[in-house]
């Protein structure tokens, strides 16, 4: 079974406009992390929020906040006020627990945002 | 402040020969390094991992390695490379022993096997 999905292999939003991109997680361990990382035409990996699996407020930095609904483990991106420049791959990724500080990271097939004017 | 440093960016190389791909960080010490190979249009696959000089754990079975010569410095590298080793190769770093253990993805290099 897949740990990480994106069921959404593109999404079309316009300018100005919020986007959600959706992320849904399978895991049995209680301590683990979600993060959210940006991948332009550029191919670098641009690293954007994390959500901790004990953390009570859903993250938010900038235009984006990540919408972590535990029970139904998912980890939904939102962007906010949609910009040309958001135009790029959005991968979600899980940390499952920590193992002498440092731990790996499984990734999810990836969702192509594309922003028109 | 830390940055991450891959080269080459680019390298096209015959089938059958070696491989060497170099990452290094900058502006931090003792670092967790991570090489992921990343086919077109999918996701990332993490190959190897290292927490410390020396010591390297391989996720994946096949004809690369990865070796950490020095505290900040990463290397893949292969004897001969095949057709499926074609690929976008990603070097990231984390901070040790961090609460979030954030991975910093260097700028990439496409490998293209002929």
């Known amino acids: 079974a897949q740990k990480i999905t994106q069921t959404q292999p593109g999404m079309f939003v316009q300018e100005k406009e919020a986007v959600t991109l959706d992320c849904t997680y399978d895991t049995s361990d209680q301590s683990y992390g979600l993060f959210w990382y940006k991948q332009p035409s550029s191919g670098e990996m641009i690293f954007l929020i994390y959500?901790?699996?004990?953390?009570?407020q859903n993250a938010t930095e900038g235009r984006y906040s990540l919408n972590f609904q535990k029970a139904r483990k998912s980890a939904n991106l939102v962007i906010s006020a949609s910009q040309l420049g958001d135009s790029a791959m959005y991968f979600c990724?899980?940390?499952?627990?920590?193992?002498?500080?440092?731990?790996?990271?499984?990734f999810g097939k990836g969702t192509m945002l594309l922003v028109s004017p | 402040s830390q940055t991450i440093h891959q080269w080459p960016a680019t390298l096209v190389q015959p089938v059958g020969s070696p491989l060497s791909l170099e990452c290094t960080v900058e502006g931090t010490s003792n670092p967790n390094l991570y090489w992921y190979r990343q086919a077109a249009g999918r996701g990332l696959q993490l190959l190897f991992y290292?927490?410390?000089?020396?010591?390297i754990s391989s996720e994946v079975p096949q004809n690369l390695s990865a070796s950490r010569p020095q505290d900040r410095q990463f290397i893949l590298s292969s004897k001969k490379l095949l057709l499926s080793d074609s690929g976008f190769y990603l070097c990231a770093w984390s901070p040790a022993h961090s609460s979030t253990d954030t991975q910093y993805f260097g700028p990439g290099t496409r490998l293209t096997v002929l």
């Open positions: 959500q901790g699996s004990y953390d009570e």
């Open positions: 290292s927490v410390g000089i020396g010591q």
């Open positions: 990724a899980m940390r499952e627990g920590m193992n002498s500080g440092y731990s790996t990271l499984t």
